[in-house]
Each structure stands twice: as structure tokens, then as C-alpha cells.
T-cell receptor
Framework: DVKVTQSSRYLVKRTGEKVFLECVQD?????MFWYRQDPGLGLRLIYF???????EKGDIPEGYSVSREKKERFSLILESASTNQTSMYLCASKENTEAFFGQGTRLTVV | DQQVKQNSPSLSVQEGRISILNCDYT??????FLWYKKYPAEGPTFLIS?????DKNEDGRFTVFLNKSAKHLSLHIVPSQPGDSAVYFCAASDVSNQFYFGTGTSLTVIP
């Protein structure tokens, strides 16, 4: 069974902190994605990666960076967390036509 | 600019009736469309998909219709059940390997 695992379900961080959100998939997929979901805005793509050490900016990359050192792991980094980064963060991996999502991380920046 | 649009943020339907969720897109290069269902505090789960070479795909109570000329797709759920209450996202993909998501429609099925 397909599995995408995000390291935390809920996180509370302070403004200015460096935040790491981890995502691991066990399907050997090449493509991995980070989205954020906000009310009324749907899922917005932050970054995606189509191979190890490869990354592409999505629609809203500002304030974020990513790391893909191994195929199964895709990390989202908030260099200096701000309150407008409070959101639900969703990781996905994809092969061919279907994307599989993790359970989401609800991040609150105070 | 939003390439995939769901213009109804919410929908309420009586149990047993049909739910129709709509989605419009602007990019004629999209060749694959999907619907995802999301419960609060969970990640989206895949529901049903359709390739651009088809105009209908059915899976149990769920049917997706695609009208390429109108750049419109819809998800029909019949009969609707209270457990169908969730947010539904429409998504489209092209050769770039990305998914483009709509803003979601919150469906409430009233018992």
C-alpha cells in the first residue's frame, strides 16, 4: 500500500525560527511536491522535485526552500518563519498520473 | 492566475440525492483530470480521474464527466451519503508533471 508520511501532524513555532517539515515516501517515486492549503485558496504549489537534488519553484516559493538528498525524502524549510506561513502543509509524491498525499502538517507560527 | 477553478465554495445536499460538483479550466493542454476528497486534518485522497480522450468515467457512486469544448468537468455522486461530506478538489495535469488544483468545494450531505 502506498505511503507518504509527514513527520509531524501539528507544529507550533515562533516567528523567526527555522522550521523543517519532513516527508518520506516508500513508493520509489521520482516526483515529490510541497503544497500549502489555505481556506478559499485551495492547494498552492510551493516547490516540487523530479529527481534527487533537483528542485523547481512552484507558485509561491518565497520564504521557503527545499532539500532532496535522497529519493524517498523531500524536506521543506522555512528559513525564518513568519505568521503568514501559518497553514496546512501537504506533501505529495507522484508517478504517472496519480499523486499520493501525506496526512498534512498543521503549522502555527506565533 | 488560477488555471483550475471551482466556483462554488460550498454545496449542501440531502442524503440520497445527487451531488454535482463543478470545475472549469483554462489550459487546453491539460490532458488528465482528477478529483480528490479531503477530510479536515487529513491529506487529500484520490477519488476518481479521467483522461482527456474520454468524456465519462464511472466508479461506483462516483462519475466524472468531461466536456473538453467547454473546458468543464463535473463530479456526480449518487446517492449522496453523510460520509461524503468533505472538501472536494478538482485537479488537472499536463506534460510538465505538475498538478494544478482548484480552490475546493465543501460538500455537506444532510441526513
Amino acid at each position: 500500500d502506498v505511503k507518504v508520511t509527514q513527520s509531524s501532524r501539528y507544529l507550533v513555532k515562533r516567528t523567526g525560527e527555522k522550521v523543517f517539515l519532513e516527508c518520506v515516501q516508500d513508493m520509489d517515486h521520482e516526483n515529490m511536491f510541497w503544497y500549502r492549503q489555505d481556506p478559499g485558496l485551495g492547494l498552492r504549489l510551493i516547490y516540487f522535485s523530479y529527481d534527487v537534488k533537483m528542485k523547481e519553484k512552484g507558485d509561491i516559493p518565497e520564504g521557503y526552500s527545499v532539500s532532496r538528498e535522497k529519493k524517498e525524502r523531500f524536506s521543506l524549510i522555512l528559513e525564518s518563519a513568519s505568521t503568514n506561513q501559518t497553514s496546512m502543509y501537504l506533501c505529495a509524491s507522484k508517478e504517472n498520473t496519480e499523486a499520493f498525499f501525506g496526512q498534512g502538517t498543521r503549522l502555527t507560527v506565533v | 492566475d488560477q488555471q483550475v477553478k471551482q466556483n462554488s465554495p460550498s454545496l449542501s445536499v440531502q442524503e440520497g440525492r445527487i451531488s454535482i460538483l463543478n470545475c472549469d479550466y483554462t489550459n487546453s493542454m491539460f490532458d488528465y483530470f482528477l478529483w480528490y476528497k479531503k477530510y479536515p486534518a487529513e491529506g487529500p485522497t484520490f477519488l476518481i480521474s479521467i483522461s482527456s480522450i474520454k468524456d465519462k468515467n464511472e466508479d461506483g457512486r462516483f462519475t466524472v464527466f468531461l466536456n473538453k469544448s467547454a473546458k468543464h468537468l463535473s463530479l456526480h455522486i449518487v446517492p449522496s451519503q453523510p460520509g461524503d461530506s468533505a472538501v472536494y478538489f478538482c485537479a488537472a495535469s499536463d506534460v510538465s508533471n505538475q498538478f494544478y488544483f482548484g480552490t475546493g468545494t465543501s460538500l455537506t450531505v444532510i441526513p
